[in-house]
């Protein structure tokens, strides 16, 4: 069993920055993969950043390249997600979520994205 709790999320100005993370706990060491995830009122859930935790390859959807990073701190066991430049648009509940093999940015109601946090709020004024 693996238990995820997001943090950092909040209310900032258009041009302002967050730093999401996830705390991880329990059997964590079968996750190919981590991400970040996204869902705005009456939208569907979208992929935003994932991270290969071997190789640490990373993955962005376009729409948050060059503003979002994300990175794992393995003496922390968590995956943060530093969101610059940050546009009323990325107003969401955040989410974090493990990946087994084959798991898909873009494919964020696959089942293989088996554990998933319970969300933090990130508003984005104008």
């Known amino acids: 069993q693996v238990h995820l709790v997001e943090s950092g999320g909040g209310s900032v100005q258009a041009g302002g920055s967050l730093r999401l993370s996830c705390a991880a706990s329990?059997?964590?060491?079968?996750?190919?993969?981590m991400g970040w995830f996204r869902q705005a009122p009456c939208k569907e859930r979208e992929g935003v950043a994932k991270?290969?935790?071997?190789?640490?390859?990373?993955y962005y959807a376009d729409s948050v390249k060059g503003r979002f990073t994300i990175s794992l701190n393995n003496d922390k066991n968590t995956v943060d997600l530093q969101m610059n430049s940050l546009k009323p648009e990325d107003t969401a509940m955040y989410y974090c979520?493990?990946?087994?093999?084959?798991?898909?940015?873009?494919?964020?109601?696959?089942?293989?994205?088996?554990?998933w946090g319970q969300g933090t709020q990130v508003t984005v004024s104008s």
């Open positions: 329990g059997y964590t060491s079968s996750s190919d993969s």
């Open positions: 979520a493990t990946g087994q093999l084959g798991a898909m940015l873009r494919d964020s109601s696959s089942n293989r994205w088996n554990y």
């Open positions: 991270i290969k935790t071997g190789s640490g390859s990373t």
